[in-house]
């Protein structure tokens, strides 16, 4: 099962729970808009981080005033991409798979000839 899989999973296990999911709000809106968001035509984060800012509310979820809120919202890190980066270079390639491979054959990844610190070999 995939990471996003997973995660729908998670979240239609909450909506079926017993108790009322945080952004069960979003009932509410169309059935247009929900396909806006479910498509990629529309960027619920965006929009949240828009609010958020009209709001005058920080990172924290305490009023900061609306100059400060939107200076942080308007120049913080997308989640998406902060997760790909978070991500990048985690899936191996058929290459690190082969090697991975070859050096657990050879008892574990080969080890440079370096003495450590403080240490006189």
Known sequence: MSYQEDRYDAYDKLNK???EPPWSAMTLLSTDVLLKAANGSI????????LLASRGIGVTGIWEGFKQANEYWRSAPHPVYAAIARGAGSTPSE???K????NGKKGGRPRKNVPAPGRKD
């Open 99 to 102: 090697t991975a491979r070859e």
């Open 17 to 19: 729970g017993d108790t």
């Open 43 to 50: 960027d619920l984060a965006i929009v949240a981080r828009t």
């Open 95 to 97: 290459i690190r798979k």
